[in-house]
């Protein structure tokens, strides 16, 4: 292959996945600013979260035609595969991370109306700060190929799904003491539940990382929190 063809492979490459790296970056801040707009009752940056999904929507579909394209003309093999089919998944992972975070920000826009719930909206708050600073994780050990920091991602599934419990748990009880907050209570489930969603997305591509630069598959089950796990504090996982 003359010389020049090879580097505009190699360029072609990096293109793709600098704009997965810049799609994250605007997956990142609208689940930053979903949870932001609800902890503050904060209208506009609500409705703001909800228009710039359109611009994920446009950016996976580019990502996606870009790595289709560059499949059938230059047909890559091995690693440059792996990394062209790594960013297809990524650009899913974080298109449907978007549409999560817009559904937080339509049920933020309806909480605004009704009466405050501080302590509830700070248990959002809480495990949201969780699930950006996994998400931020993942796409920086994605944009410098760092596996450890991905791994150490992926053992950390289960905290996750342990904020979500008690979360579930605190919004039940209250629910149950005091009828009028049922509507709320409703909604703000609904945000917790979109959070743990998006944290399984965060791990969806930690095993995406893994496969694509060591082109293994991760074998075994995600951790999964329970209360009796969470008592013996078991070792992570490790991927083999």
């Known amino acids: 292959m003359p010389q020049h063809t090879v580097k505009a492979y190699g360029d072609?490459?990096?293109?793709?996945?600098?704009?997965?790296?810049?799609?994250?970056?605007?997956?990142?801040?609208?689940?930053?600013?979903?949870?932001?707009?609800?902890?503050?009752r904060d209208i506009a940056l609500a409705r703001a979260v909800v228009e710039r999904d359109a611009r994920l929507d446009a950016m996976h579909r580019d990502i996606e035609r870009k790595a289709i394209r560059l499949i059938a003309l230059r047909q890559p093999v091995a690693s440059d595969l792996r990394r062209t089919l790594a960013a297809?998944?990524?650009?899913?992972?974080?298109?449907?991370?978007?549409?999560?975070?817009?559904?937080?920000?339509?049920?933020?826009?309806?909480?605004?109306?009704?009466e405050?719930?501080?302590?509830?909206?700070?248990?959002?708050?809480?495990?949201?700060?969780?699930?950006?600073?996994?998400l931020?994780?993942?796409?920086?050990a994605y944009a410098a190929a760092e596996i450890d920091r991905a791994i150490a991602?992926?053992?950390?599934?289960?905290?996750?799904?342990?904020?979500?419990n008690a979360?579930?748990?605190?919004?039940?009880?209250?629910?149950?003491?005091?009828?009028?907050?049922i509507t709320a209570g409703t909604h703000l489930l609904?945000?917790?539940?979109?959070?743990?969603?998006?944290?399984?997305?965060?791990?969806?591509?930690a095993e995406t990382i893994y496969y694509e630069i060591t082109g293994q598959e991760f074998t075994g089950e995600r951790p999964r929190w329970s209360p009796d796990a969470a008592e013996a504090a078991p070792e992570p996982l490790s991927p083999v």
């Open 190 to 205: 609904f945000m917790a539940k979109n959070l743990e969603r998006i944290g399984d997305h965060a791990t969806n591509i």
């Open 153 to 164: 991602v992926w053992n950390t599934d289960d905290e996750v799904d342990e904020h979500y």
């Open 136 to 140: 931020r994780d993942v796409l920086d």
């Open 12 to 40: 072609e490459l990096n293109q793709l996945t600098a704009e997965v790296a810049r799609m994250g970056g605007l997956a990142e801040a609208q689940v930053a600013d979903a949870v932001d707009s609800v902890a503050r």
């Open 167 to 181: 979360l579930f748990r605190e919004l039940l009880t209250y629910m149950m003491g005091d009828p009028r907050t």
């Open 88 to 114: 297809m998944k990524l650009a899913v992972d974080l298109e449907r991370t978007g549409d999560l975070a817009k559904n937080i920000a339509k049920r933020g826009l309806i909480l605004a109306e009704g």
């Open 116 to 134: 405050p719930m501080p302590p509830l909206t700070r248990s959002i708050e809480r495990m949201g700060k969780l699930v950006s600073m996994r």
